[in-house]
């Protein structure tokens, strides 16, 4: 576990140099014949930090929006969701497969079961989220961090909206430094892969083949 801990803040170092410093243009990932992709990052991450999962969507022909409007998505759950709704309604984005890191599975399941009446939304991939909490959120200093107590009221609330659960695929490793006790998602789609962390598991090569085959999978009853 010690390996996996250090590898994986390794991998978030260099990761938050290259997202902040060469996160590429998001204009150049919109062309795509395929599903519209939106990818909703975690806390503190720029949205070039979700780059190895953003290209590998983008090279199997999805367009794919990014936000830089949410910057290091330090803002609350319900707030950010709105900036994402408004995102998907201002380019009237349909049949939309959001993908996200930590954090933004919290922001991409808001946006699913409180501000998609039109139903943009129709699947959902989320990578080491955690859906009820984590413990060690109560340690944190920073107001945004301690919003992922098991207590918090925004959490709570999302783990009683059970309908959009069959909508999302969930991905997690078998030891996540930031989620001591990983939990199902009640009715979802749960991944567990033989690996360990909370950040690298976004380079992995089967965590890319998930994202593309949710993205390409026909809309239920389409």
Not at 61 to 78: D, E, T
Not at 97 to 105: D, F, M, N, Y
Not at 181 to 190: E, K, M, R, Y
């Amino acid at each position: 576990m010690l390996k996996w801990w250090a590898a994986d803040y390794v991998y978030a170092v260099v990761w938050q140099v290259k997202g902040t410093l060469r996160p590429g243009r998001p204009a150049d990932l919109l062309p795509g014949d395929g599903r519209p992709v939106v990818v909703i990052p975690g806390v503190w991450e720029p949205w070039g930090f979700m780059r190895p999962v953003i290209d590998a969507a983008h090279a199997a022909g999805h367009p794919v929006h990014v936000l830089p409007a949410l910057g290091r998505n330090s803002r609350p759950v319900p707030a950010t969701a709105q900036v994402v709704a408004a995102h998907l309604a201002a380019h009237d984005l349909r049949d939309v497969v959001i993908v996200a890191h930590s954090k933004g599975g919290l922001i991409g399941k808001y946006v699913m079961t409180e501000c998609d009446p039109d139903e943009r939304v129709t699947r959902m991939v989320a990578i080491c989220t955690p859906f009820a909490g984590s413990e060690y959120a109560r340690f944190m200093a920073l107001a945004s961090l301690r919003a992922f107590s098991p207590s918090d009221p925004v959490t709570l609330a999302l783990q009683e909206q059970l309908h959009a659960n069959e909508r999302i695929t969930t991905i997690t490793g078998v030891f996540d430094p930031h989620i001591p006790a990983i939990a199902d998602l009640p009715g979802a789609t749960n991944i567990v892969l033989p690996d360990g962390g909370h950040f690298r598991l976004l380079a992995r090569p089967d965590v890319h083949e998930i994202v593309v085959d949710a993205a390409d999978r026909p809309r239920p009853g389409g």
